[in-house]
């Protein structure tokens, strides 16, 4: 299979990267980091989730920062909805696009969305109805895709099933998450094999938490796949915080210059997008996460 001409990069740095950080965040830092990442070029951003804030306190400003940024035209502007009263709160904030997310394990999707697989997939559906009604895309999002912190491996036939039957409800797009990092190349390839059975690859996402150091490596054997969307982190930023230990996504820099090497241009510019990353992880107190942004910034 060739690998993909065209790339497109989901940013989950505002939502993936921060609603770890145990530390406060303002919403004007918050908001400075959507703005900086619209203005790097990317063309999709997870700002911010509509969940309980007593389960991930972090993300209890997601309004606040859907109304002060600056919205790009072009760029989509995402936000995590696990449930009709997230979804009705995100709409009442303006956002125009939202994801589900499921998992792959049942023992995650208890400990994150407090309920079961299939539970979930039945709280998806009158979400999927209203969305229809406002006009509104749905992502969808399979956890635990290549392991689980609580029941270890994962049959990928469970993530095709799953992945599958979002699609069927209406996602336009499902990512599966590696959510601890431990896939391998090898492992990614089958993974993907698998869920195109289910669902087209070119509506396929890959989501590489990088925890074992193999999400890039990860990222380049889906691409071998024929997988064309990519979630990302700026500055590697992120973890969940029901998946102890995980560590943040793939970072979006070291993504991007994986990309500008295979000849695919993505628009985004790179020397904003490290800036955007650098800027943040000043705020955090927190080294920079991305390889090449460190590399880039060393040799500045
Ligand atoms: P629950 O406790 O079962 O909810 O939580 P409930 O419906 O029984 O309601 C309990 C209380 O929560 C009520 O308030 C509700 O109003 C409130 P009270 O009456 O006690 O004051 N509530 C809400 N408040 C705000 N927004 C809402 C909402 N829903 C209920 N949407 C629930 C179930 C799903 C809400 C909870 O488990 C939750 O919020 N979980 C979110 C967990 C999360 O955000 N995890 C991280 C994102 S997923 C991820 O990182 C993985 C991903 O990156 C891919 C990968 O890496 O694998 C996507
Ligand atoms: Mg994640």
Redesign the pocket.
């Known amino acids: 299979m060739t690998i993909p001409k065209k790339v497109r990069l989901v940013e989950?740095g505002p939502r993936?990267g921060l609603?770890n950080e145990k530390q406060p965040i303002s919403v004007a830092d918050k908001v400075r980091l959507v703005d900086d990442l619209s203005a790097a070029g990317l063309g999709y951003i997870e700002v911010g989730?509509?969940?309980?804030?007593?389960?991930?306190p972090q993300?209890a400003g997601s309004a606040e920062v859907f109304a002060q940024i600056q919205r790009q035209a072009g760029v989509v502007y995402g936000a995590?909805?696990?449930?009709m009263?997230?979804f009705e709160?995100a709409v009442e904030a303006g956002v125009r696009e939202v994801a589900v997310?499921a998992a792959a394990s049942e023992a995650f999707s208890q400990k994150?969305?407090?309920?079961s697989i299939s539970e979930s997939l039945a709280r998806f559906v009158p979400i999927m109805d209203a969305a229809r009604a406002h006009g509104i895309s749905v992502r969808g999002?399979v956890?635990?895709v290549l392991g689980c912190p609580y029941e270890g491996a994962v049959a990928p036939e469970r993530v095709a099933s799953v992945a599958g039957e979002l699609f069927a409800m209406g996602c336009y797009e499902v990512s599966l998450?590696d959510?601890i990092g431990t896939g391998t190349a090898g492992a990614t390839r089958r993974l993907f094999e698998l869920a195109a059975a289910q669902v087209p690859r070119d509506k396929l996402g890959g989501?590489f938490?990088d925890t074992y150091g193999q999400a890039l490596a990860n990222v380049y054997a889906s691409l071998q796949e024929g997988i064309s969307v990519f979630d990302s982190s700026v500055a590697g930023l992120g973890g969940?915080?029901?998946a102890k230990g995980a560590t943040g996504n793939v970072a979006s820099e070291d993504v991007l210059y994986l990309l500008e090497g295979l000849g695919i241009h993505t628009g985004i510019d790179m020397d904003r997008l490290i800036d955007a990353g650098q800027r943040i992880c000043e705020v955090l107190g927190k080294a920079n996460g991305s390889r090449v942004a460190r590399a880039r910034l060393a040799s500045r």
């Open positions: 989950v993936d609603q989730s509509f969940v309980s804030p007593k389960w991930v993300m995590l909805t696990p449930n009263k997230g709160a997310f994150n969305i407090n309920c999002y956890s635990c998450g959510t989501h938490h969940c915080p029901y």
